[in-house]
T-cell receptor, first 107, second 114 residues
Framework: GIQVEQSPPDLILQEGANSTLRCNFS?????LQWFHQNPWGQLINLFY???GTKQNGRLSATTVATERYSLLYISSSQTTDSGVYFC?????????FGAGTTVTVRA | EPEVTQTPSHQVTQMGQEVILRCVPI?????FYWYRQILGQKVEFLVS????????KSEIFDDQFSVERPDGSNFTLKIRSTKLEDSAMYFC????????????FGEGSRLTVL
């Protein structure tokens, strides 16, 4: 399966700050998704982005498939953005997850 | 917006007991999955299911696990004799007809084995 590496593993932000999370993957993909895991453990789907750029409010994501990486941008962070952000990729109909980036936003 | 629903949200069971976790995938989806996340670890693939049979399973998915689509809507994961190490969050997911499409995840079922 695809190897997915996320960086940084941990990120501490002051409220209002911007940040970039990175996802590197080992092979070509036909599916890439970003998730936010909230404190209750639920996986919230942020983006389905096997290529290109998408924006949703203060969040945006870019995937450069030819260079095998994806970036998740958080702008004007809020305390509710805290949690673990997972990148997951697939080229064989099942997703492989990275280890996640734990984001802590301080008021 | 259609969503994947899972029940129960949390189940506590004694070691050795059988557990059934239930999922209702999005109605027109054809591909179904179970994933597991042990506390503090990454989300791991367990099994995929298509056309009423397992299409792929991981090494985690041993003989104590089984999946079933007993009717047109439910998709279940059964653990026959639970062990302490089965304590985890279990996620169900479904995907539509395009096999390279997006996976939609349920909110998870937290299993605690005592």
């Amino acid at each position: 399966g695809i190897q997915v590496e996320q960086s940084p593993p941990d990120l501490i932000l002051q409220e209002g700050a911007n940040s970039t999370l990175r996802c590197n993957f080992s092979d070509s993909v036909n599916n890439l998704q970003w998730f936010h895991q909230n404190p209750w453990g639920q996986l919230i789907n942020l983006f389905y982005i096997p290529s290109g750029t998408k924006q949703n409010g203060r969040l945006s994501a870019t995937t450069v498939a030819t260079e095998r990486y994806s970036l998740l941008y958080i702008s004007s962070s809020q305390t509710t953005d805290s949690g673990v952000y997972f990148c997951a990729c697939s080229n064989d109909y099942k997703l492989s997850f990275g280890a996640g980036t734990t984001v802590t936003v301080r008021a | 917006e259609p969503e994947v629903t899972q029940t129960p949200s949390h189940q506590v069971t004694q070691m050795g007991q059988e557990v059934i976790l239930r999922c209702v995938p999005i109605s027109n989806h054809l591909y179904f999955y179970w994933y597991r996340q042990i506390l503090g670890q990454k989300v791991e693939f367990l099994v995929s299911f298509y056309n009423n049979e397992i299409s792929e399973k991981s090494e985690i998915f041993d003989d104590q696990f089984s999946v079933e689509r007993p009717d047109g809507s439910n998709f279940t994961l059964k653990i026959r004799s639970t062990k302490l190490e089965d304590s985890a969050m279990y996620f169900c997911a479904s995907m539509g007809t395009g096999r390279t499409g997006e996976l939609f995840f349920g909110e998870g079922s937290r299993l605690t084995v005592l």
